[in-house]
């Protein structure tokens, strides 16, 4: 599936806890990231959608489970929208709780075939992304990294910057992928690993 052929976008279900994920078995792709690393506006480039995802200047808004499905003639697969972390303005108490609702869904689940971790282009990832990235592996979760907001910086400080993520994350550089919701770039290359990880 590409952006080009998404022929039907639509959220299908939000859940605080477990009781409420889908049950249906179709494939799923997890999306998380600080809460402004500009998830949401990756998702609706990926879906070709301006509106699936919503977007908000509040970052931290997101704090259940998001599950929009995605469909063409080929089949379906369920974008899943993890709430963010990292946001300063929250208690210790609702990190944790939002710690706890995410690792309920990436533990053991079975229609899973990817998690995608977005770092912005312009930060270094910090302990959350490093130790995230070790726990998806501990989990068996394939990942890969999609560098967001590449367009605020240029070309060589883009490639710079792309390098630096791999290896401060330990990920091999063909798994991570620099994009720009903006302007479009790399949202073909992105689709590109996520079908080798929908069908690897």
Not at 24 to 34: H, M, N, T, V, Y
Not at 88 to 116: D, H
Not at 143 to 148: S, W
Request: charged share 25%; with cysteine; aromatic share 6%.
């Amino acid at each position: 599936m590409t952006t080009e052929r998404v022929l039907d976008a639509k959220i299908v279900a939000t859940a605080a806890g477990p009781d409420g994920f889908p049950t249906d078995g179709i494939p799923e792709i997890a999306f998380l990231g600080r809460s402004n690393v500009g998830k949401s506006s990756l998702l609706n480039k990926l879906a070709n959608r301006k509106k699936l995802a919503r977007t908000s200047s509040t970052p931290g808004k997101t704090r259940l489970v998001h599950f929009f499905e995605l469909s063409n003639a080929q089949g379906s697969l369920l974008f899943v929208d993890l709430p963010g972390y990292g946001y300063a303005k929250v208690s210790k108490k609702e990190r944790a709780s939002w710690r706890k609702l995410v690792e309920s869904y990436l533990g053991g689940r079975k229609p899973l075939k990817c998690a995608v971790l977005l770092q912005d282009a312009r930060r270094d990832p910090r302990e959350e992304e490093i130790d995230l990235i070790a726990w998806l592996g501990e989990q068996d979760i394939p990942v890969l990294v999609a560098v967001t907001k590449c367009d605020k910086l240029g070309t060589s400080k883009r490639s710079a910057a792309v390098r630096e993520i791999a290896k401060a994350l330990g990920m091999p550089r063909e798994a991570v992928v620099p994009t720009s919701a903006s302007k479009g770039f790399g949202i073909p290359e992105l689709w590109g690993a996520l079908d080798a990880a929908l069908h690897g």
